[in-house]
T-cell receptor
Framework: DTGVSQDPRHKITKRGQNVTFRCDPISEHNRLYWYRQTLGQGPEFLTYFQNEAQLEKSRLLSDRFSAERPKGSFSTLEIQRTEQGDSAMYLC?????????????FGAGSRLTVL | AQSVTQLDSHVSVSEGTPVLLRCNYSSSYSPSLFWYVQHPNKGLQLLLKYTSAATLVKGINGFEAEFKKSETSFHLTKPSAHMSDAAEYFCVVRLDTGGFKTIFGAGTRLFVKA
């Protein structure tokens, strides 16, 4: 499979626990994006990497959220001290620099449920 | 300010009848516009994109969209709905100011009745 992979697909956790999601982009894509999608809403931008550099963070990304892309390949999104409001689908997308029209390829998402 | 508005949260059509999903945008810059589809438990998939070439854009699965600058609209259409078209559709605007400025509409859920 040469698409964008996300793991785990589903995560149920108790409030206060930490969770980590992983995204493996398409191998030749140097740009990687994280979005959050809540029920009935479109995806909201969280953060963006060009290679290993995190170039932009949304105000939605509180101090409890951290994203990394240490080697410019896969990325992780960690949420510390989860809250019920963090329950959402976390989407990863990637694109190549040559994709001038900013065509994003999305993964299937990681659904988080915080009890 | 830049935004995208999908005018209908739900659209219901009968199989074999036309589909119209409406989208209006506002942008201070020349936008790139996209439609994505999201099937249950699947990732977002690009249907079509407009990037200032032809105003009528053809996409996959028989969908097309027309960019109308005067109306700031980018409505998605299909002549004949199929049961497999039932999904959530997102209108998306990308601003030409940076690779991360991609704004999604709230989505329109399409129901197709047999």
């Amino acid at each position: 499979d040469t698409g964008v992979s996300q793991d785990p697909r589903h995560k149920i956790t108790k409030r206060g626990q930490n969770v980590t999601f992983r995204c493996d982009p398409i191998s030749e894509h140097n740009r990687l994006y994280w979005y959050r999608q809540t029920l009935g809403q479109g995806p909201e931008f969280l953060t963006y990497f060009q290679n290993e550099a995190q170039l932009e963070k949304s105000r939605l990304l509180s101090d409890r959220f951290s994203a990394e892309r240490p080697k410019g390949s896969f990325s992780t999104l960690e949420i510390q001290r989860t809250e019920q409001g963090d329950s959402a689908m976390y989407l990863c997308a990637s694109r190549a620099d040559s994709s001038g029209a900013n065509v994003l390829t999305f993964g299937a998402g990681s659904r988080l449920t915080v009890l | 300010a830049q935004s995208v508005t999908q005018l209908d949260s739900h659209v219901s059509v009968s199989e074999g009848t036309p589909v119209l999903l409406r989208c209006n945008y506002s942008s201070s810059y020349s936008p790139s516009l996209f439609w994505y589809v999201q099937h249950p438990n699947k990732g977002l998939q690009l249907l079509l994109k407009y990037t200032s070439a032809a105003t009528l854009v053809k996409g996959i699965n028989g969908f097309e969209a027309e960019f109308k600058k005067s109306e700031t609209s980018f409505h998605l259409t299909k002549p004949s709905a199929h049961m497999s078209d039932a999904a959530e559709y997102f209108c998306v605007v990308r601003l030409d100011t940076g690779g991360f400025k991609t704004i999604f509409g709230a989505g329109t859920r399409l129901f197709v009745k047999a």
